[in-house]
């Protein structure tokens, strides 16, 4: 009898120690969706497959995916598509889609994925059928992930109504963003009654975005700076702008800078406003049109290191434009044969154009 009580009380710890390794999918994936990863990352990931987490399969595979360790990332992607987790079809998606140039692939599994309620894939099959210009598939898909809760997808809709100029349906769509609490739909029905012909409105543009700024997007200020700027009401524009920079809009700053630039001819405010725009919000195009300021009335020295300055924070134009200034006005042929490199290599395509008049090939 102790023998059999024994091997029952054996049998019955064994099925506990297998409960508590059930497959499961609780960890939340952006809790290892990051841009730099350590070894200590790794270990914890493959730490979460030990315990049974099946998410741990697409942590992992996320760190060889950002180590651009392709293999490794499918290996593991993969094991956790046998396992069951429908994430790993969505990051296999992700991987031939973005890193592998294999949009036919990518379709496949974000397909099985959005079928299964994975919103995002569905999300990122209507961004692969709308720059296929498919629309009625990136339609329906939009449409899915909005079902699953995705408000931008809705927002992604309204904007494919746009390019098939059907006004109405766009308008709807951007109203019913709005409505559900998103500033964007506001802003760009601002956007649409400044520019568009057939509906310019520039009263209703300003219903828009003050709609828009009433939920908190700073971007809106800026964009009623815009309207009374078409109206040449300046003393408001400017008005709005500040009020856009005070809330943190780098838009508006850029814009302030530009009316007294293009509008009114003061120069030195100008300078103060991108100075104080870089100063306090990181306004890396401020650095830019500073550059430019200064080349377009000829002071090309200073032009170069305003240029200079914001190419080292990541400015395509600025490097471009560095490029320009060597090769137009000073004359100095290895500095812009430089400059457009580093302007192509940064993802300035126009900048091959300029080389191949300096009689480099670069491709």
Wanted: include cysteine.
């Amino acid at each position: 009898m102790k023998i059999i009580k024994l091997i029952t009380v054996f049998v019955f710890f064994s099925a506990f120690l297998n409960a508590q390794t059930i497959k499961k999918e609780d960890y939340p994936i952006s809790q290892c969706n990051k841009q730099t990863y350590t070894q200590e990352d790794l270990k914890e990931y493959k730490s979460l497959i030990e315990i049974g987490e099946i998410q741990g399969y697409n942590c992992v595979g996320l760190y060889y995916m950002r180590a651009k360790d392709y293999d490794k990332a499918k290996e593991y992607f993969n094991k956790g598509k046998e396992k069951g987790s429908i994430e790993s079809y969505a990051q296999l998606g992700s991987l031939y889609s973005n890193f592998l140039n294999d949009k036919d692939e990518a379709i496949n599994y974000y397909t099985y994925a959005a079928k299964k309620g994975h919103g995002k894939s569905a999300h990122n099959l209507g961004v692969i059928y709308d720059k296929k210009f498919v629309y009625d598939k990136a339609l329906k898909w939009y449409e899915k992930s909005f079902k699953e809760g995705d408000t931008y997808s809705l927002l992604a809709m309204g904007t494919i109504y746009l390019k098939q100029n059907n006004l109405e349906k766009a308008i709807k769509i951007f109203e019913k963003v709005g409505e559900l609490g998103k500033s964007d739909g506001y802003y760009n029905l601002g956007i649409l009654y400044r520019k568009n012909k057939k509906i310019k409105d520039l009263e209703k543009a300003k219903i828009y975005f003050e709609k828009c700024l009433d939920l908190g997007n700073a971007i809106c200020a800026g964009g009623m700076g815009t309207v009374y700027e078409d109206l040449e009401d300046y003393e408001n524009a400017i008005k709005w702008y500040t009020k856009g920079f005070e809330l943190g809009s780098k838009e508006s700053v850029t814009r302030l800078g530009l009316i007294y630039v293009e509008k009114l001819k003061d120069y030195e405010t100008a300078i103060k406003w991108y100075k104080k725009g870089f100063e306090e919000l990181n306004c890396v195009d401020c650095l830019t049109n500073l550059g430019s300021l200064y080349a377009n009335n000829g002071n090309y020295n200073k032009a170069l290191i305003w240029y200079e300055k914001s190419s080292e924070l990541g400015s395509l134009k600025a490097t471009y434009n560095l490029g320009l200034i060597y090769q137009d006005y000073i004359k100095n042929k290895d500095e812009s044969i430089k400059w457009y490199k580093k302007a192509y290599d940064m993802g300035y395509l126009k900048a091959i154009y300029r080389l191949k008049e300096l009689g480099v090939s670069y491709e």
